[in-house]
């Protein structure tokens, strides 16, 4: 039975009626899927792979809805804890309300505002939270320990490191390792620790923020969670606001304990690496090994983040801090310079009507086959659709050819890229061609030109030339220097 199925019954035993309709939600970073089920009320359909996260996930939310927090309610699981239905809080993401202007030191003195209120909530969550908590519900672990530090840690090696292709000394890189491990578990506190407090876990609600994906918290020190909100690769905070977001949850974090300012900063910022390196083997895993090409994306966000702390000296890990400093040089994660004068056109069409001209007079470029990929057309409930279309993402992204396919692509033109830019070059054409430029072709272009906006900044100009569909993706500043 599939998960729609399954949802729809789940939801006819709760309410005693059949949703009017289900939606699925595109497929994000998890294992979950997520599903909106339509109707009186309109709630939202889980389906997670592990039951025990599952579990969790549900007995954190009535603790944390007893104590008063704002998380969503879970009305009803599946027998199995594989399936379960909780309150709908709407489509409306932090993130969503970030953009870039506070990436570049231009927030809102609304943005700031809702920044501070989420802030100043986290401490409420983690303190008031674990009032009452028993924390052998979490999971996988009920605390944050030796083992869970040297996992992150390890992640980041085999993942991460170790795919940069530099050379290190696995001993001297164990020791710092260990040496890691202890600075971070040196404080012991009975706090509440989200582990994955992010602005894609922030929903607001008309104003309000609630929280969700904490399936993974558990007993552990408040630092970790400060880290992973405003040191968010994507986020890209600049450091001013950082600061004032950092003293904003000091003093919140006042009305539960005693803060020595200046203790919490220096103790904060092992936190901080710890978060940096635990994030890139998250990327490197989803990336490399899962072939999810967008979160490479998000890589150059992280090695700001690291250039920047590196700036300060970490003497507790002096071998981690050299070899970090020379990963952060390699020529591949060098920082681009913003700039408004190289335009990538990126093109899909049918090989039949001919390949696309190269409008800037240049001529070259890149035009790269994708007929020998499995084409979706072939079958009936694709004809339709597009490669825009969530059924023929799914298609393309469950039978994997695509993501090979993409990966050279991405070397090839990432490479020129970089040359254009550093050599002040304008133009630079890349097309995707296909049988009838309507799904392969179209997916891959699509997926190319959000791929550079995001790594580079550069200007894209988008046509899916058989679909009459035109995009620009304006150019963006990318990183902290």
Not at 110 to 125: A, S
Not at 161 to 190: C, S, W, Y
Not at 246 to 260: G, K, N, S, W
Not at 365 to 385: M, Q, S, T
Request: include cysteine; aromatic fraction near 14%.
């Amino acid at each position: 039975m599939n998960p729609t199925d399954i949802l729809r019954q789940l939801y006819l035993l709760y309410i005693g009626h059949e949703p009017e309709s289900i939606e699925a939600f595109p497929s994000s970073g998890s294992n979950r899927r997520y599903f909106r089920l339509a109707g009186q009320p309109t709630l939202i359909g889980v389906r997670g792979e592990s039951a025990e996260e599952n579990r969790a996930f549900i007995y954190l939310a009535d603790h944390f809805r007893k104590q008063g927090l704002p998380v969503p309610q879970v009305y009803a699981h599946s027998d199995d804890f594989l399936y379960y239905l909780q309150e709908d809080l709407g489509d409306t993401l932090l993130f969503d309300k970030l953009g870039t202007k506070s990436r570049e030191g231009g927030a809102s003195a609304e943005l700031c505002q809702l920044l501070r209120q989420v802030i100043r909530l986290l401490p409420v969550l983690q303190c008031k939270g674990a009032e009452g908590l028993d924390f052998s519900q979490c999971y996988p672990q009920p605390a944050f320990n030796r083992r869970s530090v040297l996992w992150d840690l390890n992640y980041f090696k085999y993942c991460f490191l170790k795919a940069t292709g530099i050379d290190f000394q696995e001993d001297r890189l164990e020791d710092d390792f260990q040496a890691m491990a202890d600075v971070l578990l040196e404080e012991d506190t009975p706090t509440f620790m989200y582990r994955d407090f992010q602005s894609r876990n922030v929903m607001l609600r008309g104003d309000a923020p609630w929280f969700i994906d904490f399936q993974g918290g558990r007993r552990g020190p408040v630092y970790y969670d400060v880290a992973s909100f405003l040191w968010q690769a994507k986020a890209n905070f600049p450091d001013t606001l950082r600061q004032e977001l950092v003293h904003e949850y000091i003093d919140a974090l006042r009305a539960f304990r005693p803060v020595d300012e200046a203790d919490f900063k220096a103790r904060l910022r092992h936190f901080v690496l710890f978060r940096t390196l635990q994030v890139l083997g998250t990327y490197g895993f989803r990336g490399y090994f899962e072939r999810k090409p967008h979160f490479l994306q998000s890589v150059p966000f992280a090695l700001a983040n690291l250039r920047h702390l590196l700036q300060e000296p970490y003497a507790e890990y002096p071998y981690l801090s050299g070899l970090l400093r020379r990963m952060t040089e390699l020529e591949r994660f060098s920082p681009t310079p913003p700039t408004d004068h190289l335009v990538v056109r990126v093109t899909s069409f049918a090989y039949p009507k001919g390949i696309p001209e190269d409008p800037s007079g240049n001529g070259g470029g890149f035009v790269f086959d994708c007929r020998a990929i499995h084409n979706p057309g072939r079958y009936e409930p694709y004809k339709l659709l597009t490669g825009l279309d969530e059924p023929v993402i799914r298609f393309l992204e469950d039978d994997g050819e695509i993501f090979a396919f993409l990966d050279h692509v991405y070397a090839l033109v990432d490479a020129s890229v970089r040359r254009y830019l550093k050599r002040g070059f304008t133009s630079l054409c890349v097309s995707f061609g296909c049988t009838g430029g309507q799904h392969r072709s179209v997916y891959a272009a699509q997926h190319l030109a959000q791929h550079l906006n995001d790594v580079f900044g550069v200007e894209v100009d988008l046509c899916h030339r058989e679909r009459g569909i035109r995009q620009v993706f304006p150019p963006k500043h990318i990183a902290e220097s």
